[in-house]
């Protein structure tokens, strides 16, 4: 079965880059996406990819695919502390299905 | 311009006592979810509704139920909560007819079980 795996933690200075990363199972996955949740929110989407692309850019966010190995990266460039959240690599298993993977808290030390 | 509206915010039940939480939406989505969310794990789908077809997962107790009785709302009743239940519930839209599948989540109901 599908199954999405991403580490728990990430801790980034603030200023730096945080790269997050998230490894899936289903090569057949059309899109792959990037929620993010903020304390005692609902999950809001930052970004998707297309499975036919390999990186894609938005402002300060960057996605890596790699479908190779099935591995998912996103990028943060100049984290601020508002980037503070649970971060979920998730990946499409049906037309109206997708699945999540366990998330990353990310935390800015100043 | 609240888009997936969830209420209550907070709900406290007995253990054993019905409880219902609702969801509505203004975006004319055919599609609404039900998610449960513990502490620390991905979001877990219950169920979710497909224009007027409710589709179960399979690991989903019998305890939880839903009803779609129109595009806009879309309610979770849990017949009988056990101290398991309590999570955080997440409501969520999405179109089929839009090209990225992307899901549009409520802000949840955090459900106590005492």
């Known amino acids: 079965g599908e199954d999405v795996e991403q580490s728990l933690f990430l801790s980034v200075r603030e200023g730096d880059s945080s790269v997050i990363n998230c490894t899936y199972t289903?090569?057949?996955?059309?899109?792959l996406y990037w929620y993010k949740q903020e304390p005692g929110a609902g999950l809001q989407l930052l970004t998707y990819?297309?499975?036919?692309?390999d990186m894609k850019q938005d402002q300060r966010l960057t996605v890596l695919l790699n479908k190779k190995d099935k591995h998912l990266s996103l990028r943060i460039a100049d984290t601020q502390t508002g980037d503070s959240a649970i971060y979920f690599c998730?990946?499409?298993?049906?037309?109206?299905?997708?699945?999540f993977g366990s998330g990353t808290r990310l935390s800015i030390r100043p | 311009d609240a888009m997936v509206i969830q209420n209550p915010r907070y709900q406290v039940t007995q253990f054993g006592k019905p409880v219902t939480l609702s969801c509505s939406q203004t975006l004319n989505h055919n599609v609404m979810y039900w998610y449960q969310q513990k502490s620390s794990q991905a979001p877990k789908l219950l169920f979710h509704?497909?224009?007027?077809?409710?589709?179960n997962e399979a690991d989903t107790p019998d305890n939880f139920q839903s009803r779609r009785p129109n595009t806009s709302f879309c309610f979770l009743d849990i017949r009988s909560p056990g101290l398991g239940d309590a999570a955080m519930y997440l409501c969520a839209t999405s179109s089929t007819s839009g090209s990225d599948n992307e899901q549009f989540f409520g802000p949840g109901t955090r459900l106590t079980v005492l």
């Open positions: 990819i297309f499975s036919n692309m």
């Open positions: 998730a990946e499409i298993a049906s037309a109206s299905k997708i699945i």
């Open positions: 509704y497909y224009d007027k077809d409710f589709n």
């Open positions: 289903d090569s057949s996955s059309t899109y």
